[in-house]
Each structure stands twice: as C-alpha cells, then as structure tokens.
C-alpha cells in the first residue's frame, strides 16, 4: 500500500503533468502497489522496489504518455512489452475510458497483469500473451489499434518494427525513451519510413518531483506496412532496418 505521503506524492505529481486523479484512483495505485510488491518476492518484475521511487519511477513516468499525446476518447491502446504493466495500467486507471491491451511474451508476467485487472477492477484492460511479431501478422490485431505505448523495450530501429504493424493508419506510436531518444531517432528515420511512420514530434518532459527527463517519441502512422512486416524475432534482431 502507498502511504499518505506518497499518495499525496503521485496526486500532485500527475496534477503537474495534466492529469487529475480522485482518491478511487489513487486507491487503485495503492492495491497495484501491494501486488506488484508481492508478486516480486516470487518472480523479478521490477528492481525498484521503494515505494516513494515506484510513484516516480513507474507511475509518474508512465503518465507521462498523457501528457506528451492526445489520446482520443475510448481509444484502442495497445502496451507492447508489458512487462509488470508500465506504462499500460497506470494509463488505464488514469483514463478508465481508453481500452487498453497488455501484449507481453512472458507467462508469469500475464499471470500478474491477470490478479491486477482483476483486483482493481479494470474493465478496459485486455491481456494478450505472445510476441509482438506475431500479433503484426494477426488479422485482428494488424493495424487495428489508435495508439501503441512501449517502454524500455528495444532500440527504436527495432522497436519501430515491433508497435508501427499494430498502428492504424492516422494514428501513432509513443516510444518512451532516455536520453539517447535523438541518436535512435536518426538510426531508426529509414525503419519509420519503410513501415509506413512519420516522425511528428520528440516531448521532452520532466519528471514531477524529480530532476530526471524523458524524451517520448511520436510516430504517427500515415501509411500501410508492407505485408513481409514484422519479420521473425531472429531476424530483427540480427539484421534491424
């Protein structure tokens, strides 16, 4: 559970970045946090385990994606990478209105993300376990969602081929990325073109409360990918565009 300190830390923090949240919201981050602790004891979901650097680190820099991008009302967002659930379920319980999947390749990690929609009651999250690379190709998951989120995943020259598959024409990738955000941008231009992105903006964003930045990339999709994409893992790997 988070402590009033550190509920008042998150409260205020998101109030900085655009984003209010009522005390059934900040419930719901506190509930996220007692399970994220204990699920960690048994299976390494996160290395920060502070609570106070879990509201910065974690929801905090999850938010930051409502602050860098609109998000249409009851928007498809798809979470590639989910992991423990950053940034897709702090987004969801900041905006309960967007339907928000939670694509991660790890068994144990699905099974957390399960007890969490369940626990806090999160009726827009859907969970999908596989590959990224596969979902591209899944007739309906191709180019069917408005937004795709990623957080530390991979190298945006590979990244790109991972999330812009899943992106709609007219809608957009949010990379959240470190300071390195402008060199990976400029390896990753060729990549962007030939799946059909655009590269609309970098928003830089302090994070509340901290003297840390994030860069979030946007990408918006103005074209179709071309059907041979994304490739097998073997070979974004080994040969990225």
């Not at 790890?106 to 827009?124: N, P, Q, S």
């Not at 957080?151 to 470190?178: D, H, I, T």
């Amino acid at each position: 559970m988070l402590e009033p300190a550190e509920l008042e830390l998150l409260r205020d923090g998101a109030l900085q970045l655009g984003v209010e949240l009522d005390g059934a919201q900040l419930g719901k981050f506190s509930l996220y946090t007692s399970l994220l602790l204990e699920w960690n004891r048994k299976f390494n979901l996160t290395r920060i385990t502070d609570p106070r650097e879990i509201v910065l680190k974690h929801y905090l820099d999850s938010l930051t994606c409502l602050a860098a991008a609109k998000f249409p009302l009851d928007a498809n967002v798809v979470d590639v990478g989910a992991g423990a659930g950053f940034p897709g379920v702090p987004i969801e319980i900041a905006r309960p209105d967007l339907n928000v999947a939670l694509l991660d390749s790890t068994r144990k990690r699905i099974a957390f993300l399960e007890e969490v929609v369940e626990k806090l009651a999160l009726a827009g999250v859907s969970l999908l376990l596989g590959r990224a690379e596969d979902a591209g190709h899944d007739a309906q998951r191709r180019e069917f969602y408005d937004i795709a989120v990623a957080r530390a995943v991979a190298r945006m020259n590979v990244l790109v081929e991972y999330c812009l598959p899943l992106v709609r024409s007219g809608g957009f990738a949010l990379l959240q990325k470190g300071p390195d955000a402008y060199e990976e941008l400029s390896e990753a231009r060729p990549a962007i073109t030939l799946l059909g992105g655009e590269i609309e903006k970098v928003v830089t964003l302090k994070l509340p409360h901290s003297d840390a930045t994030r860069n979030l990339v946007i990408i918006r999709k103005t074209l179709g990918t071309p059907a041979a994409y994304p490739r097998r893992p073997a070979v974004i790997q080994r040969e990225p565009l």
